[in-house]
Nanobody, 124 residues
Framework: QLQASGGGLVQAGGSLRLSCAAS????????TGWFRQAPGKEREFVAA????????VYADSVRGRFTISRGNAKNTVYLQMNSLKPEDTAVYYC???????????????????WGQGTQVTVSS
C-alpha cells in the first residue's frame, strides 16, 4: 500500500516536498510516478523515476521546477516542488509499477498500485 504525504497550502512561488512511502514492500525496487488531478480535470502525469533510478521523466509543465528522487533508504520517493504556481493546485497521487520493468513511464495504465492522494493548494 502506498502513502502520499506532504501536501498543504502555499503561496505562489513557494515550495513543498511530497513523500511517497510503501508498506510491505521496498519502494526502491519499483518504478514510481507522481500524478495529479485538479477539480473537473482528468488525472495527469507529473513525474516518474525508473526502478533503478537511471531514468527520470517530467511533464513539460513542471520540468525545471519539480524534482523526483528516492530517499537514501530507497523506500521513499520524493517530489520536490519549487516555484509553485496556482495552476499546480491539485490532489497529488503517487503510483508504483510492481513489476520488474525498469521504466519511467507517463502512462497511467502502467501503474498498478496507487496511494490515496495529498492535496496541494497554491494561492496567488
Amino acid at each position: 500500500q502506498l502513502q502520499a504525504s506532504g501536501g498543504g497550502l502555499v503561496q505562489a512561488g513557494g515550495s513543498l516536498r511530497l513523500s511517497c512511502a510503501a508498506s510491505g514492500r521496498t519502494l526502491g525496487s519499483y518504478s514510481t510516478g507522481w500524478f495529479r488531478q485538479a477539480p473537473g480535470k482528468e488525472r495527469e502525469f507529473v513525474a516518474a523515476i525508473s526502478r533503478t533510478g537511471g531514468n527520470l521523466v517530467y511533464a513539460d509543465s513542471v520540468r525545471g521546477r519539480f524534482t523526483i528522487s528516492r530517499g537514501n533508504a530507497k523506500n521513499t520517493v520524493y517530489l520536490q516542488m519549487n516555484s509553485l504556481k496556482p495552476e499546480d493546485t491539485a490532489v497529488y497521487y503517487c503510483a508504483a509499477d510492481y513489476t520488474v520493468l525498469d521504466h519511467a513511464t507517463k502512462s497511467i495504465d502502467d501503474y498498478n498500485r496507487w496511494g490515496q492522494g495529498t492535496q496541494v493548494t497554491v494561492s496567488s
